[in-house]
């Protein structure tokens, strides 16, 4: 069985760092990505950044682009959402999902209504306030 347990997230003054984990589990050869997703109250889920385990590619959204750094954990199968420069707009529930596509285009793509990740965590909150 896959689960997915984030943590990390907490109240940061923009222009701070925080980083997130993901602790997986149960995931097969099949699970080949990991990805990062966050949504705001009222606002579309949007996905951040993934990592594919079999090339080791990684891919973000333009937003977090050059501020955020994905990264895992091979031993313990955990990967990581370093994030620095946070600004007011990153505040979100993060979540890490599996069982998805993680090209070029992964947030193009994630943007599609109907386009779901196979299995995702419950979430921890980022709040960037001053």
């Known amino acids: 069985q896959v689960q997915l347990v984030e943590s990390g997230g907490g109240l940061v003054q923009p222009g701070g760092s925080l980083k997130l984990s993901c602790t997986a589990s149960?995931?097969?050869?099949?699970?080949?990505?990991v990805g990062w997703f966050r949504q705001a109250p009222g606002k579309e889920r949007e996905a951040v950044s993934c990592?594919?385990?079999?090339?080791?590619?990684?891919y973000y959204s333009d937003a977090v682009k050059d501020r955020f750094t994905i990264s895992r954990e091979t031993a313990k199968n955990i990967i990581f959402l370093q994030m620095d420069h946070l600004k007011p707009e990153d505040t979100a529930l993060y979540y890490c999902?599996?069982?998805?596509?993680?090209?070029?285009?992964?947030?193009?793509?994630?943007?599609?209504?109907?386009?779901?990740?196979?299995?995702r965590g419950q979430g921890t909150q980022v709040t960037v306030s001053s």
């Open positions: 149960g995931l097969t050869n099949d699970h080949d990505a």
């Open positions: 999902a599996t069982e998805l596509l993680c090209y070029r285009s992964f947030d193009a793509y994630y943007r599609l209504p109907s386009a779901h990740p196979g299995y």
């Open positions: 990592i594919n385990f079999r090339d080791g590619a990684t």
